[in-house]
């Protein structure tokens, strides 16, 4: 039996256009009964100013023009930092970000190590990368049977389906994604070494219903499995060497 644990804040996006998982917004509102759903940012459905400038200012700077979907994501991510940084009590206080095909798939373990996990660290990943996030060797320490907390290999984060950061982590992600360039999730690229504390857990405890995305496409090519096999294979070797 789901018990809800209110103490934890929760930021949901959603969509009253993504019908398909309205199942799981439930689900989740039976999890923490007292989330804020945020509406998903789709320039489909809602205007964004100067929409193809963004695109062509995001190719300039990378090489690759951030698809519709990409942009929406980075806009209502920046939306809900706001309301962090108007809403924290503390420093250490940390909001737990969802989308609508988070999956919570160790409640206990969840609500029981939320605080404690996260209070070193600046941004933490509950779930990251459909799984394939790793931890480094040398930071990682058993927190439950089977579970490991600690640093994450930062090639290997992505994804914003299950992630918590506090008031600091707000305002740094604020000022580093003004200039719009990559997708919101490529941390590394928008951030220096050092400048946010980075914290995980493996395996995860928020993942994902299968669902099609909204903005990637489904990575289910041969081509595309090798290749995640490929980089999950270096992750390991890197992380295990650190």
Known sequence: M?????????????SVHETARKPFVELLRKEFPNLEQ???????????PFLQQLQERSEERTGRSLKEGEIGLILTNRKIWRKILNRASSDEEHFLILESDSKISESQLLHKN?????????????????GHMRLLRSKRKTFAVG???????????????????NRKAAAVLLKATA???????EFKRYLAPGQLRFGGVAPEL?????????????????KE?????????RNHILSFCR
Do not use: M
């Not at 200039?179 to 999730?185: F, S």
């Not at 928020?206 to 995305?213: K, L, M, T």
């Open 114 to 130: 939320f605080n404690s996990l996260s209070a070193s660290y600046d941004i933490f990943f509950w779930g990251a990368w459909f």
């Open 2 to 14: 789901t018990v809800a644990h209110a103490q934890i804040p929760v930021f949901l996006v959603s």
């Open 147 to 165: 579970y490991s907390a600690g640093e994450p290999l930062i090639n290997s984060v992505a994804c914003t389906y299950g992630y918590s950061i």
């Open 225 to 233: 499995k090798i290749w995640i096999l490929l980089l999950d294979l």
């Open 179 to 185: 200039r719009i360039a990559y997708p919101v999730d």
């Open 206 to 222: 928020i993942s994902v219903h299968p669902s099609p995305s909204t903005i990637r496409q489904d990575g289910s090519s041969l």
């Open 38 to 48: 945020v509406e998903a940012i789709y320039p489909s459905h809602t205007r964004v």
